[in-house]
């Protein structure tokens, strides 16, 4: 249950959950507040119009689901601990947070604008732990990266509201078919 006031990121993170839950259309000012017990007047306290609520919506998701992720995994101190920890964190996050936004992002340009570039961040990082973990050349690793990441983004679509051992299932799966085609050439294993 939310606080009584709202903050500026409690109205991101309601926002977030709406657009999980119910769509684009749950975005509308007067949706938003309805659903929230909230005035328009406590929404525009926080936020000088629409579009810049929308836009720091982007930025909070973008945040909270990729870059604060990416920033704590950095800490770790090698890749493997690194891919470990970022397959426990994909497998807990909500997934109709992501495919919430990728529905507002095939409607609206700017949110497909910052979909792909979120979408080039978490295949970058992965990219680098391939690399790091299995001494692949930048285009496998690339590669093998942008195929992962497209089976995650499938399984967000595909089967949004799945139990988490199912997506624990593939994605062992798929490391182990990676771990049989590379780890024997890998000097790293």
Same mark, same amino acid.
């Given at each position: 249950m939310m606080p009584a006031r709202f903050t500026k990121d409690d109205w991101l993170a309601f926002g977030l959950s709406q657009l999980a839950s119910d769509g684009p259309d749950a975005l509308k000012l007067s949706a938003l507040c309805a659903a929230a017990h909230k005035t328009i007047g406590s929404f525009y306290h926080h936020f000088k119009d629409q579009p810049a609520y929308f836009e720091a919506l982007l930025e909070y998701w973008k945040k909270k689901n990729t870059g604060d992720i990416i920033e704590q995994l950095s800490a770790l101190p090698d890749s493997i601990g690194k891919a470990k920890h970022l397959k426990i964190i994909a497998m807990a996050m909500d997934q109709t947070e992501d495919v919430g936004i990728r529905i507002l992002a095939q409607k609206n340009a700017i949110a497909s604008g910052v979909v792909t570039a979120v979408d080039q961040m978490r295949i970058e990082f992965m990219k680098s732990l391939y690399q790091d973990q299995l001494d692949?050349?930048?285009?496998?690793?690339?590669?093998?990266?942008?195929?992962? +990441?497209?089976?995650?983004?499938?399984?967000?679509?595909?089967?949004?509201?799945?139990?988490?051992?199912?997506?624990?299932?593939?994605?062992?799966?798929?490391?182990?078919?990676?771990?049989?085609? +590379? /780890? /024997?050439?890998?000097?790293?294993?």
């Amino acid at each position: 249950m939310m606080p009584a006031r709202f903050t500026k990121d409690d109205w991101l993170a309601f926002g977030l959950s709406q657009l999980a839950s119910d769509g684009p259309d749950a975005l509308k000012l007067s949706a938003l507040c309805a659903a929230a017990h909230k005035t328009i007047g406590s929404f525009y306290h926080h936020f000088k119009d629409q579009p810049a609520y929308f836009e720091a919506l982007l930025e909070y998701w973008k945040k909270k689901n990729t870059g604060d992720i990416i920033e704590q995994l950095s800490a770790l101190p090698d890749s493997i601990g690194k891919a470990k920890h970022l397959k426990i964190i994909a497998m807990a996050m909500d997934q109709t947070e992501d495919v919430g936004i990728r529905i507002l992002a095939q409607k609206n340009a700017i949110a497909s604008g910052v979909v792909t570039a979120v979408d080039q961040m978490r295949i970058e990082f992965m990219k680098s732990l391939y690399q790091d973990q299995l001494d692949l050349s930048e285009q496998d690793a690339q590669l093998l990266a942008q195929l992962e +990441y497209a089976a995650f983004v499938g399984t967000q679509t595909i089967w949004p509201n799945s139990p988490i051992e199912h997506g624990q299932s593939l994605s062992a799966l798929f490391h182990k078919l990676v771990k049989a085609r +590379y /780890a /024997a050439e890998s000097p790293r294993s």
